[in-house]
């Protein structure tokens, strides 16, 4: 099975940093775009940034500049760099993956278990 681990997270004040790593395992052929989503309470869950396998990156409007997403395609692992964080940053953050599993599967988005962020003072 595949798995996708996010790691990281945690209580920073505004203005702060906080980076975020999530690791793919398990049967895995292959691996197109990688992105981290996140939801906060109450919201649905929203694109906070992708990042293709030849390293193409799209962000939210409300992280560009502040966040940088990157990826290692030996490790297959994704991570998400979180600078100047805002109180609004604050919200569970999602790993996410299209992963083809065996040269018989097709391709699906797998998912993280998520891992909380909070930003306060």
């Known amino acids: 099975q595949v798995q996708l681990v996010e790691s990281g997270g945690g209580l920073v004040q505004p203005g702060g940093s906080l980076r975020l790593s999530c690791a793919a395992s398990?049967?895995?052929?292959?691996?197109?775009?990688m992105g981290w989503y996140r939801q906060a309470p109450g919201k649905q869950r929203e694109l906070v940034a992708t990042?293709?396998?030849?390293?193409?990156?799209n962000y939210a409007d409300s992280v560009k500049g502040r966040f940088t997403i990157s990826r290692d395609n030996a490790k297959n692992t994704v991570n998400l760099q979180m600078n100047s964080l805002k109180p609004e940053d604050t919200s569970v953050y999602y790993c996410?993956?299209?992963?083809?599993?065996?040269?018989?599967?097709?391709?699906?988005?797998?998912w993280g278990q998520g891992t909380q962020v909070t930003v306060s003072s």
């Open positions: 398990g049967s895995i052929l292959s691996i197109g775009v």
């Open positions: 990042i293709t396998s030849l390293g193409s990156t």
């Open positions: 996410a993956a299209d992963i083809r599993p065996t040269v018989v599967s097709g391709t699906r988005y797998y």
